[in-house]
């Protein structure tokens, strides 16, 4: 299907992308791979893109001691192989590498992703596990804003118009366990669920954990009740058990091609079981 007709604008800096946001009826562009299958079949139509990818100052991973700061228009497959956040941000990496086949990976932002808000994307579920900050510019000046609060709805977030994200920023859980695991029904797929977690232990009881799931939910889902399961409980089977029922009775998964609502439910308790079982 083809697109509705559009205009496209080539800013040289990110003042003239902003100015032009702020003026024109207008969607910012970035890797394209959510926004031009959503034109083509017609779900959105704009007066013109603002076409991102020229602003290199967008493109960038810095590790700034206690955080990583990434840009906007830092592709998947430059996550995947940056060697500072496999080490620093292992959650991230883990899910970058997850995201889409090689062709979306090589194309793809993550500012693109986290703007576009799909529940059953792989990044939202990682911020908010680790409580990651969207840092956004608009003619109004900048906002950071953090990840359980920027997800509003499926593809809404609490973007407002002419508002790009610029940089999204992670901090370093020094002394934490996590890991990633997404369940799909085809290779390359969006998740039907997958499980964002960040665990500290000691001395075989739970001091800190995040639990943050995609694809049950409108949002990204944080599972604080689950949490508080855990929380400063041995790490045994029936705790854990007990978690992952607490975290699915709180869900509210749809039912879609993925899954129905209660397969996902039953999903999510056998991986909340399994990721914790193996992080023991
Ligand atoms: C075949 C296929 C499989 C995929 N599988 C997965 C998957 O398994 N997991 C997953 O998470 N994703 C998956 N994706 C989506 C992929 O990750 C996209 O890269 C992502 O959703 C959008 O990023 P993009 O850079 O392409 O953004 P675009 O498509 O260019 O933009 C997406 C939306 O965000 C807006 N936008 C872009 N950049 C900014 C910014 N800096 N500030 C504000 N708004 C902005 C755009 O206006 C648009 O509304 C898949 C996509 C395809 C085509």
Request: charged residues 25%; neutral net charge.
């Amino acid at each position: 299907m083809y697109p509705p007709e559009f205009g496209y604008f080539k800013p040289q800096s990110l003042e003239e992308a902003l100015d032009f946001l702020e003026k024109e009826d207008a969607r910012p562009l970035a890797g394209g791979q959510s926004l031009i299958p959503m034109l083509k079949l017609r779900i959105i139509s704009t007066g013109y893109l603002v076409d991102l990818n020229p602003l290199s100052s967008l493109s960038f991973v810095k590790d700034e001691g206690s955080q990583v700061r990434v840009g906007a228009l830092t592709r998947h497959a430059e996550i995947t192989s940056n060697t500072m956040i496999k080490t620093e941000v292992p959650l991230l990496y883990e899910a970058s590498r997850q995201v889409g086949d090689v062709q979306v990976r090589n194309v793809g932002t993550i500012g693109g992703s986290v703007s576009n808000a799909d529940p059953a994307a792989d990044y939202p579920s990682v911020l908010t596990a680790l409580d990651a900050k969207i840092v956004t510019t608009s003619k109004g000046g900048s906002r950071e804003i953090n990840a359980l609060n920027f997800f509003k709805g499926p593809f809404t977030t609490s973007l407002n118009e002419g508002e790009l994200v610029k940089e999204i920023v992670f901090p370093k859980l020094n002394g934490y366990k996590t890991s990633y695991v997404k369940v799909v029904r085809r290779a390359g797929d969006y998740a039907m669920v997958s499980i964002a977690v960040a665990l500290r232990l000691k001395e075989g009881k739970v001091e800190d954990v995040r639990l943050s799931y995609s694809g049950v939910s409108d949002t990204p889902y944080r599972a604080k009740e689950a949490e508080k399961v855990l929380m400063e409980r041995e790490l045994n089977e029936e705790n854990i058990k007990k978690a992952a029922e607490v975290a699915a009775s709180g869900a509210n998964p749809p039912s879609d091609v993925r899954g129905s609502s209660w397969y996902r439910k039953e999903v999510m308790k056998v991986i909340t079981v399994k990721t914790l079982g193996d992080m023991k």
